[in-house]
T-cell receptor, first 117, second 112 residues
Framework: KAGVTQTPRYLIKTRGQQVTLSCSPISGHRSVSWYQQTPGQGLQFLFEYFSETQRNKGNFPGRFSGRQFSNSRSEMNVSTLELGDSALYLCASSLSAQPSHLNTEAFFGQGTRLTVV | GENVEQHPSTLSVQEGDSAVIKCTYS??????FPWYKQELGKRPQLIID?????GEKKDQRIAVTLNKTAKHFSLHITETQPEDSAVYFCAALTGGGNKLTFGTGTQLKVEL
């Protein structure tokens, strides 16, 4: 069974540009969450999608957006990049959408390392 | 908002000793608490988790305890080995759905 796949693995962008990152969840998983990881702030929740709907959103500016497709693949977009957006962006997929369900385990992808110069 | 505090930020132990990492959470509605291990340059990987209807869970050398009243949960690693060296993150499922709020991480170093 393939794991969570994120593309690209590395990305260098210039301030002001925009970027799109992709995440393919484990087959059968319908929930995809995105996290930003930086040395200073740790792992910060960006948003979560389930069945093409955003279920949760973290405290990030509107420049950060995402979407999910009918095959559960998800993309996140960051517009007007700032130097502070440099980070490792991780996505995680989960089998179920509700905490009460047994399979709530979140599996992470390898991440996309974004560098803004 | 939801908050998870984790201590200590760094922990150095001798091989064979035990290591304990502690976390507290603020959202009383949280009912799922996973622990992740992240080695340098790699993805976070789940090592153990606990649900709010259980007080303790063990898996070989790793155990997690949960005190719902105090909103504390802890990771215990016994007989530590050099390969246990990594950053460990606690997390709590908060706000419904699959939103995980993470602690700030503990850098564990197991010395020979």
């Amino acid at each position: 069974k393939a794991g969570v796949t994120q593309t690209p693995r590395y990305l260098i962008k210039t301030r002001g540009q925009q970027v799109t990152l992709s995440c393919s969840p484990i087959s059968g998983h319908r929930s995809v969450s995105w996290y930003q990881q930086t040395p200073g702030q740790g792992l910060q929740f960006l948003f979560e999608y389930f069945s093409e709907t955003q279920r949760n959103k973290g405290n990030f500016p509107g420049r950060f957006s995402g979407r999910q497709f009918s095959n559960s693949r998800s993309e996140m977009n960051v517009s007007t990049l700032e130097l502070g957006d440099s980070a490792l962006y991780l996505c995680a997929s989960s089998l179920s959408a509700q905490p009460s369900h047994l399979n709530t385990e979140a599996f992470f992808g390898q991440g996309t390392r974004l560098t803004v110069v | 908002g939801e908050n998870v505090e984790q201590h200590p930020s760094t922990l150095s132990v001798q091989e064979g000793d035990s290591a304990v990492i502690k976390c507290t959470y603020s959202d009383s509605a949280s009912n799922y608490f996973p622990w992740y291990k992240q080695e340098l340059g790699k993805r976070p990987q789940l090592i153990i988790d606990i649900r709010s209807n259980v007080g303790e869970k063990k898996d070989q050398r790793i155990a997690v305890t949960l005190n719902k009243t105090a909103k504390h949960f802890s990771l215990h690693i016994t007989e530590t080995q050099p390969e246990d060296s990594a950053v460990y993150f606690c997390a709590a499922l908060t706000g419904g759905g699959n939103k995980l709020t993470f602690g700030t991480g503990t850098q564990l170093k197991v010395e020979l």
